[in-house]
T-cell receptor, first 114, second 110 residues
Framework: NAGVTQTPKFQVLKTGQSMTLQCAQD?????MSWYRQDPGMGLRLIHY???????DQGEVPNGYNVSRSTTEDFPLRLLSAAPSQTSVYFC?????????????FGEGSRLTVL | DQQVKQNSPSLSVQEGRISILNCDYT??????FLWYKKYPAEGPTFLIS?????DKNEDGRFTVFLNKSAKHLSLHIVPSQPGDSAVYFC?????????FGAGTTVTVRA
C-alpha cells in the first residue's frame, strides 16, 4: 500500500522557472491538501480539495496553482518560481470530505529556488 | 498571524519521565485538535486527537488535555522513550482547514 506519493523528492530551480510537484494517493481519499514547512513557521496550508473538480485556497496560496481532475491526483504548480518559495512541501490526504484533520502525509519534496 | 502557537521550540526529558508539550490557540471556531509527530526526512504522522466537546483523550502512553476556556491544549507522554525523540506539531481544524503550530522538538535522554 503506497499511501501518499510525492515526486520529485528534491528539486533545484532558477528564479522564474516553472514546475509541478506531483501528488498521488491510492486510498480513495476525498480530501487532499498541500502544505509548506518553513523553519519556525510550522506547516502552512497552500491549497486544498474536498473532491474531484473542487479546489480552494488555504493560508498561503499566492504563486501556486492546483487542479483536481481525479480523486487520486493533486498536482501543485509553481508558475514562476521565486526564492521565497524555497521550502519543503508536503501533500496530505484524508478519508473524509469533512476534514477531521487525520491526514496522511507524503514524505515531502524539498524545493530550492536560486 | 498564527492561530496555533507552540511557545516552546524544544524540550529535553530523561527516559522514563513525563514529557509535557503545550499549545495555545486563538480561533474559537476550531472544533478538533490534533497532535502530529515528525521524524527527519519523513512526513508528519497522526498521533492523537480530541474533539472540542471533550476535555481529555487517552491512547496508551499519550494523553491530550483540552481547556477550552483558556484556549489551551497539552500532550502528555508517559513514560518517555528514546523513540519519542521527534518534532511534535499541534494542529487545529475548522472549515476544512487544518492550522499547525511551529512545532516542539523533543529529545529523550537515556
Amino acid at each position: 500500500n503506497a499511501g501518499v506519493t510525492q515526486t520529485p523528492k528534491f528539486q533545484v530551480l532558477k528564479t522564474g522557472q516553472s514546475m509541478t510537484l506531483q501528488c498521488a494517493q491510492d486510498m480513495n481519499h476525498e480530501y487532499m491538501s498541500w502544505y509548506r514547512q518553513d523553519p519556525g513557521m510550522g506547516l502552512r496550508l497552500i491549497h486544498y480539495s474536498v473532491g474531484a473538480g473542487i479546489t480552494d485556497q488555504g493560508e498561503v496560496p499566492n504563486g501556486y496553482n492546483v487542479s483536481r481532475s481525479t480523486t487520486e491526483d493533486f498536482p501543485l504548480r509553481l508558475l514562476s518560481a521565486a526564492p521565497s518559495q524555497t521550502s519543503v512541501y508536503f501533500c496530505a490526504s484524508s478519508y473524509s470530505s469533512v476534514n477531521t484533520g487525520e491526514l496522511f502525509f507524503g514524505e515531502g519534496s524539498r524545493l530550492t529556488v536560486l | 498571524d498564527q492561530q496555533v502557537k507552540q511557545n516552546s521550540p524544544s524540550l529535553s526529558v530523561q527516559e522514563g519521565r513525563i514529557s509535557i508539550l503545550n499549545c495555545d490557540y486563538t480561533n474559537s471556531m476550531f472544533d478538533y485538535f490534533l497532535w502530529y509527530k515528525k521524524y527527519p526526512a519523513e512526513g508528519p504522522t497522526f498521533l492523537i486527537s480530541i474533539s472540542s466537546i471533550k476535555d481529555k483523550n487517552e491512547d496508551g502512553r499519550f494523553t491530550v488535555f483540552l481547556n477550552k476556556s483558556a484556549k489551551h491544549l497539552s500532550l502528555h507522554i508517559v513514560p518517555s522513550q528514546p523513540g519519542d525523540s521527534a518534532v511534535y506539531f499541534c494542529a487545529a481544524s475548522a472549515n476544512y482547514k487544518l492550522s499547525f503550530g511551529a512545532g516542539t522538538t523533543v529529545t529523550v535522554r537515556a
